[in-house]
């Protein structure tokens, strides 16, 4: 399955309707250089906001171009500076791996100084009261992220959480994003959005032959045999709050982007050359 390009169509159907009024903020945490969320959802007429600590030159034409709110900065658990660790891949420096966290299977020892904003604040700085969709790509960085949801009153809970999960492998070698740390981290991710009220949730995953996978958090155990393929590479989980959409439309625009585990090592080396 070809993550990016489905999640992004996949939006396209999913926050008109859960949020006609476009009453909520879109916040693209972790933007990196080229899946750019924040531009479709600010198309689709939502303020956005990109959180990005190195935004590349495309980012900021985009953010300029459709009155997207850029904060140079990294989501964390508090507020000031911290240690960020340069991504690669593939033995090349590739930005789309930088990580917060030391040990991430795509951290280079290259490491640079960022600022860091925790979630109360990044919503204070940018007066967010609403949110109808929070996107986490942040390397391994996403329990730190997702845990701090629940300090959120429940009004200002995003209607939609999007979070990236696995990469470096595949599952069942248990390495990269699937090492017990990460998945427990995953886990964990879903325990706090489960305590959140959030239910209906999907599976977008890069595995070869890959459909769409549901589950409900409201009444699942979070069993990862259950959620996710033995050959799992790397996706996302999109998880709802007070709302369900239809598994047949998701499955129906899903197909349209199945596709094979080699197009990913394509894509990450094409993102490498045009950095």
């Not at 926050?15 to 250089?33: K, S």
């Not at 998945?183 to 209906?200: A, H, I, R, S, V």
């Not at 999109?238 to 982007?257: C, L, V």
Request: hydrophobic content about 35%; aromatic content about 12%; overall charge negative.
């Amino acid at each position: 399955m070809h993550v990016e390009d489905c999640c992004l169509a996949l939006l396209d159907y999913i926050l008109p309707e859960i949020d006609p009024d476009q009453n909520g903020y879109c916040l693209d945490v972790g933007v990196g250089t080229f899946a750019f969320y924040c531009e479709r959802t600010a198309k689709l007429g939502f303020p956005t906001i990109a959180v990005e600590p190195l935004p590349v030159a495309k980012l900021r034409r985009l953010c300029d171009r459709h009155s997207i709110q850029l904060i140079e900065a990294c989501l964390s658990d508090h507020n000031g500076t911290q240690t960020f660790y340069m991504g690669k891949f593939a033995r090349f420096s590739n930005s789309n791996f930088n990580s917060l966290k030391p040990n991430w299977f795509g951290s280079s020892s290259q490491t640079k100084q960022v600022k860091t904003f925790d979630l109360a604040e990044l919503l204070r700085i940018t007066n967010v009261e609403k949110i109808t969709c929070l996107k986490l790509d942040v390397e391994g960085w996403e329990p730190v992220a997702i845990k701090q949801l629940i300090d959120l009153p429940p009004s200002q809970l995003p209607l939609l959480t999007m979070f990236e999960y696995g990469g470096g492998g595949l599952r069942h070698r248990g390495n990269g994003g699937w090492s017990s740390q990460f998945l427990d981290g995953t886990l964990t991710c879903l325990q706090t959005l489960k305590q959140c009220g959030y239910g209906f949730s999907v599976v977008i995953d890069y595995a070869h032959e890959a459909e769409a996978k549901f589950f409900d958090l409201r009444s699942h155990s979070l069993d990862p045999d259950e959620i996710f393929l033995p050959n799992a590479i790397y996706g996302n989980i999109i998880s709802f709050r007070d709302s369900d959409y239809p598994p047949a439309t998701i499955t129906q625009i899903s197909q349209h982007y199945e596709g094979g585990v080699a197009d990913w090592f394509v894509k990450q080396v094409i993102n490498w050359l045009v950095q």
